[in-house]
């Protein structure tokens, strides 16, 4: 699962890395998801992707900022100028379920300062998920988003090679 997946080269490289495995990606930008298409178009048959924004709710967001530097809803800047882009937002629960997916051995989640919505919304959609690597942007806190992977059942350590990501492993029973 490659949540935030820019122009598809995490997915791609799941892809490749996994050959039985089934990739589903998630991206706001209808320009990056066309690149990604491309980027994934060799596993095409096992390469799922969607456009949306991970968020805390159904509906739609607006979203601006600098393509190379990183797209953000505009709900994460303050005093961001409207954008004329639009994407659906789904919660990570609506995108499970409407692929059918009733378990994920690996979620990345880069979502540009989105994290906090997402973990302040329902996490019952952590029950499906076996290990998670999230990098985290402002406003989102890393102290909040591991304190609630922890409640969920998961242990959690910091990535040494990128101070701001986070790993989860599911507690084995």
């Given at each position: 699962?490659?949540?935030?997946?820019?122009?598809?080269?995490?997915?791609?490289?799941?892809?490749?890395?996994?050959?039985?495995?089934?990739?589903?990606?998630?991206?706001?930008?209808?320009?990056?998801?066309?690149?990604?298409?491309?980027?994934?178009?060799?596993?095409?048959?096992?390469?799922?992707?969607?456009?949306?924004?991970?968020?805390?709710?159904?509906?739609?967001?607006?979203?601006?900022?600098n393509v190379g530097c990183g797209l953000r809803v505009n709900d994460l800047d303050?005093?961001?100028?409207?954008?004329?882009?639009?994407?659906?937002?789904?919660?990570?629960?609506?995108?499970?379920?409407?692929?059918?997916?009733s378990q994920v051995d690996y979620l990345k989640m880069d979502?540009?300062?989105?994290?906090?919505?997402?973990?302040?919304?329902?996490?019952?959609?952590?029950?499906?998920?076996?290990?998670?690597?999230?990098?985290?942007?402002?406003?989102?806190?890393?102290?909040?988003?591991?304190?609630?992977?922890?409640?969920?059942?998961?242990?959690?350590?910091?990535?040494?090679?990128?101070?701001?990501?986070?790993?989860?492993?599911?507690?084995?029973?």
């Open positions: 699962m490659d949540l935030g997946a820019n122009v598809g080269y995490t997915a791609a490289h799941f892809a490749h890395l996994f050959p039985a495995a089934q990739v589903y990606a998630v991206e706001m930008d209808a320009g990056n998801l066309r690149i990604a298409a491309d980027s994934t178009a060799p596993w095409k048959d096992r390469c799922h992707l969607t456009q949306a924004a991970v968020w805390d709710s159904e509906g739609v967001i607006t979203y601006g900022g303050a005093g961001a100028a409207p954008a004329p882009l639009q994407a659906p937002a789904r919660t990570i629960a609506a995108l499970f379920d409407g692929w059918g997916v979502i540009e300062g989105a994290e906090q919505r997402v973990f302040d919304a329902d996490l019952s959609w952590l029950a499906r998920v076996n290990a998670i690597k999230i990098e985290i942007h402002p406003p989102a806190e890393m102290q909040t988003i591991r304190e609630r992977l922890a409640a969920a059942g998961f242990d959690c350590t910091d990535d040494t090679s990128r101070s701001a990501c986070l790993i989860a492993m599911r507690r084995t029973q």
